[in-house]
């Protein structure tokens, strides 16, 4: 019981740690992407590409 206690310690808070970081490298993402169409964006218009 005691080792199930320190297992659940250790697991909750690693599941959490996981998600936000997930959730943050999701939002990067997103980031990322509308910067790269900003980028094609701007190089169609100017004709580069």
């Known amino acids: ?12 808070p690693a599941v959490i ?3 936000v ?4 490298l999701g939002l990067f ?4 992407e ?3 169409h900003e980028i094609v964006g701007t190089l169609a218009r100017e004709g580069r590409i």
């Open 34 to 36: 509308g910067f790269a």
């Open 17 to 19: 740690a996981y998600n």
């Open 1 to 12: 019981l005691i080792t199930t206690v320190f297992g659940l310690a250790v697991a909750i």
């Open 29 to 32: 993402a997103g980031e990322m």
């Open 21 to 24: 970081l997930v959730n943050r």
